[in-house]
């Protein structure tokens, strides 16, 4: 497994939360991995070292709201797609 270090950043509504940031190269936008359903960033373990070796970029590895090391929301309206575009907007920000 690729070493990866933790990544939190803020939602719009004040949620904490989490991504697996696996290191590369700055000068390309970052690959985001975004799960499933019921799923987690941990699915993407095995497919994380493949495009770090073979594309050199940054990946990201994402919790979505409510799953894994991201904090859950007592909205059950802000699980949305509008919503967890948004999160993934505030990340790109965040993390550049």
């Known amino acids: ?17 989490h991504a697996r940031d696996y290191p590369g190269s700055a000068a390309a936008a970052p690959v985001v ?15 994380t070292p493949v495009i770090v070796r073979e594309t050199g970029r940054r990946v990201l ?17 802000s699980y949305n797609p509008g919503v967890y575009a948004g999160d993934m907007l505030a990340l790109l920000a965040r993390s550049r």
């Open 1 to 17: 497994m690729t070493t990866f270090s933790d990544l939190h950043w803020p939602s719009a509504d004040g949620l904490r939360l």
């Open 33 to 47: 991995c975004i799960h499933g359903l019921t799923r987690n960033a941990r699915d993407f373990e095995d497919l």
């Open 61 to 77: 590895a994402v919790d979505v709201r409510g799953r894994a090391g991201s904090e859950r929301s007592a909205d059950p309206a």
